[in-house]
């Protein structure tokens, strides 16, 4: 388990890092899914974009890009 811990600590550093590998991983699942005409696939590749989009939205928040939401914090 530890091993597996510290790989993933060497590759994936930020937020940012994770958000680019569901990002990637979202546009193999959707081409892939619908090249294949695999529907689940597809909808896999979309939910991917939706964490993507999170992933990103997290970082940039804990990194202070975007000022908007952090009046209290």
Known sequence: MNQI????GQHFKTLDD????FGI????FAGLGGFF???????LG?????ATIIAWGV????SRELR???HGI
Do not use: C, M, Y
């Open 18 to 21: 994770v958000g680019a590998a």
């Open 37 to 43: 005409k695999i529907e689940r696939l597809t909808w």
């Open 59 to 62: 970082n940039a928040l804990q």
């Open 25 to 28: 991983g979202a546009f193999l």
């Open 68 to 70: 908007i939401l952090q």
């Open 5 to 8: 811990q510290d790989w993933f």
């Open 46 to 50: 979309i939910a991917s974009l939706g």
